[in-house]
């Protein structure tokens, strides 16, 4: 039995990272005695004539690729072109996007055999068996399938992937020496998890509200192991790492016990973190954490659910300085109850942290209450196009706040980054960049 697993072009604007859920895929196929070849377009270039010879070398019974909303254009294509090469042979895809739209992704997309709904670290390993035994799609949960009487849908998985089980995710089969070229950190996760309910992220659907952590044993383990792979930076992909301080703290404390030398960064919230915990992120090696500011209007923050104040904020963003931890504070303009007071609240309160911060536009992914509840959370969703989603421009709209007024909201932020990586660029050629 044989799969090939698809990383479809992604922008390297987006920092991508080797890809982390597909080699998650590749170990549990591995383990089960199926072998895995992983093309990774992200950084080798794609044509028709490229998939069209691997599809024949390698011969796959079965083909996946993954999408999130920027990509799936991309995927389709990719779809399409191994259908024309390869007529009978099954196409399977994954991710966040397809999860939340599998039966308009199999409507409009008529080369698409199937999709796997929500995590599919063990749901592929049941395709891969029924593809070698009788082919019963219905006996697999958590998939959207054809078949000669049309679309169907089997049930939604009881139960979630044991992270405890998985295996460490198959890099061998992932061309890391062209991520290491472009000085890009490697990923990894800790936990599955989210049980925040922001209203415009779908993280929650797809891998649920219970948090599912790891050993710090074996977090470890795996952070060494990367290191050995020439990765001297990493990225802990969690939703959130600081989910459990304690657990937090385990992590640190086998980092510092083993003595591994390593960068590293994480996504938390201001209202998980403390002095303590900030302090032992620092000794081993956090060099910046992500905070989900959102927005400078506290009643903004209320309507969204986000859970937080701008004060909570302030402070961890102070306690984090203090901790000599850098911190990016993420903000997203163009949120239900926008205005443009609001607007030039968020923009004020960004300045007045004085660290790097990232103005978003609100992206209304496939999903996500924001889209789903768009009316009734006063918010008009102007494109259905996902080739324009992740591209910076304006999706949405709010009664008083146009796309107008979003674009000249980010305009002088993004004037100012320009000038900023500018800089940057100047001191390096003078040889006097730090």
């Not at 068996?129 to 009487?149: C, H, P």
């Not at 209203?199 to 952590?213: E, N, P």
């Not at 709209?397 to 146009?402: D, E, F, G, I, N």
Request: glycine share 8%; hydrophobic share 40%.
């Amino acid at each position: 039995m044989k799969c090939l697993l698809i990383n479809p072009f992604y922008p390297i604007s987006e920092t991508p990272s080797p890809p982390l859920g597909l080699a998650y895929l590749a170990a549990e196929l591995e383990r089960a005695g199926v072998e895995v070849l992983l093309a990774d377009f992200v950084v080798f270039p794609y044509s028709r004539t490229a998939i069209e010879k691997t599809v024949k070398t390698f011969s796959p019974d079965f083909v996946g690729i993954t999408a999130v909303t920027m990509t799936f254009d991309h995927a389709a294509e990719i779809v399409r072109d191994i259908r024309a090469a390869a007529p009978n042979l099954l196409t399977v895809m994954g991710g966040p996007h397809v999860s939340m739209c599998a039966r308009e992704t199999l409507e409009a997309l008529p080369e698409l055999d199937m999709v796997v709904v929500g995590e599919g670290d063990d749901t592929v390993v049941r395709i891969a068996q029924e593809m070698a035994g009788d082919q019963r799609w219905e006996a697999i949960d958590g998939i959207v399938y054809r078949d000669a009487a049309g679309i169907c849908a089997t049930p939604v998985r009881a139960y979630a992937v044991d992270v405890k089980s998985l295996p460490l995710p198959a890099r061998h089969l992932v061309p890391l020496g062209r991520y290491r070229a472009l000085n890009m950190p490697v990923s990894m996760t800790t936990s599955r998890g989210c049980p925040f309910k922001c209203i415009f992220c779908v993280g929650r659907k797809m891998i649920g509200a219970k948090g599912r952590f790891r050993k710090p044993a074996a977090v470890v383990d795996e952070m060494e192991a990367l290191v050995q792979l020439g990765f001297r930076r990493l990225r802990i992909e969690d939703d959130l790492f600081t989910f459990r301080k304690e657990r937090a703290l385990q992590i640190c404390r086998e980092i510092d016990r083993r003595g591994l030398s390593i960068r590293w960064r994480a996504y938390s919230r201001v209202d998980t973190i403390d002095a303590e915990l900030l302090q032992w992120m620092k000794r081993t090696g956090c060099e910046r954490l992500l905070y989900g500011a959102e927005s400078g209007s506290p009643e903004i923050l209320k309507k969204i659910r986000k859970g937080i104040t701008a004060e909570q904020t302030r402070r961890a963003v102070e306690m984090t300085r203090e901790a000599g931890i850098g911190v990016l504070a993420s903000f997203v303009l163009g949120l239900p109850g926008e205005t443009p007071q609001t607007l030039r609240q968020t923009l004020e309160f960004s300045e007045s942290l004085q660290v790097p911060y990232s103005l978003n536009l609100l992206t209304p992914y496939v999903g996500t209450e924001v889209r789903e509840k768009a009316e009734e959370w006063g918010i008009e969703v102007l494109s259905d196009d996902w080739s324009q989603y992740g591209q910076g421009e304006p999706l949405t709209s709010t009664p008083t706040v146009t796309p107008w007024h979003l674009s000249r909201a980010v305009g002088k932020y993004r004037k100012d980054l320009r000038k900023y990586v500018e800089d940057l660029l100047e001191k390096e050629r003078q040889g006097s960049l730090t």
